[in-house]
């Protein structure tokens, strides 16, 4: 079955420092890949997706993510931190030929950011 | 352009009680969605619909119902709230139900069954 793994449920940074957030996914297939962040009290917004091509791929907010296929993995990366990227982040897999836009989220990565 | 709107905020329902979360977007899209948000769960997918008058079962369809007679309102119907529905719901759109396509979130009602 289709599943994405974030192994760090929270993470704190200090302000200026780089930002890791790993995701791990197992699908058989190709997949399309997300990255959503949630603010506290808000929803998801998305920050980046990867459905082919460049595997190094830029989003908003100085975020970007590396496909890397022999690894399944889907990092996210972000040279350095400011408080306001204090937030959860949930990566997500969209599976293909579904018919309908089905996304396999992670259980999120809560990011804290120190002063 | 509001984008993806949900009400109510907060909601606190009894055992049994009957309600509605109602969701709206005003950007045309044809495909809306509905999850369930639970601590150390991620989201994950109730219902859906492709377009006005088509709807469909996700991944945890048990316990709610939904419609879709307008592009524009997409509402989930709990008929008989259980603890179990305690939950964050979040309702999203997008353009198309292609998988490539953006899905916009709204930003989501907490609702606690006592």
């Known amino acids: 079955a289709q599943s994405v793994t974030q192994p760090d449920i929270h993470i704190t940074v200090s302000e200026g420092a780089s930002l890791e957030l790993r995701c791990n996914y197992s699908?058989?297939?190709?997949?399309?890949l997300f990255w959503y962040v949630q603010s506290p009290g808000q929803g998801l917004q998305l920050l980046l997706k990867?459905?082919?091509?460049?595997?190094l791929v830029q989003g908003i907010k100085g975020f970007e993510a590396e496909f890397k296929r022999s690894q399944s993995s889907f990092n996210l990366r972000k040279p350095s931190v400011h408080w306001s990227d204090a937030a959860e982040y949930f990566c997500?897999?969209?599976?293909?030929?579904?018919?309908?836009?089905?996304?396999?989220f992670g259980t999120g990565t809560r990011l804290l950011v120190s002063p | 352009n509001a984008g993806v709107t949900q009400t109510p905020k907060f909601q606190v329902l009894k055992t049994g009680q009957s309600m509605t979360l109602q969701c709206a977007q005003d950007m045309n899209h044809e495909y809306m969605s509905w999850y369930r948000q639970d601590p150390g769960m991620g989201l994950r997918l109730i219902h859906y619909?492709?377009?006005?008058?088509?709807?469909d079962q996700g991944e945890v369809p048990n316990g709610y119902n939904v419609s879709r007679s307008t592009t524009e309102d997409f509402p989930l119907r709990l008929l008989s709230a259980a603890p179990s529905q305690t939950s964050v719901y979040f309702c999203?759109?997008?353009?198309?139900?292609?998988?490539?396509?953006?899905?916009?979130f709204g930003p989501g009602t907490r609702l606690t069954v006592l």
């Open positions: 997500a897999v969209g599976l293909m030929n579904t018919g309908f836009q089905k996304l396999v």
């Open positions: 619909s492709v377009g006005a008058g088509i709807t």
């Open positions: 999203a759109s997008s353009y198309s139900s292609g998988s490539t396509d953006t899905q916009y």
């Open positions: 990867y459905f082919s091509g460049d595997t």
């Open positions: 699908y058989g297939a190709t997949p399309y």
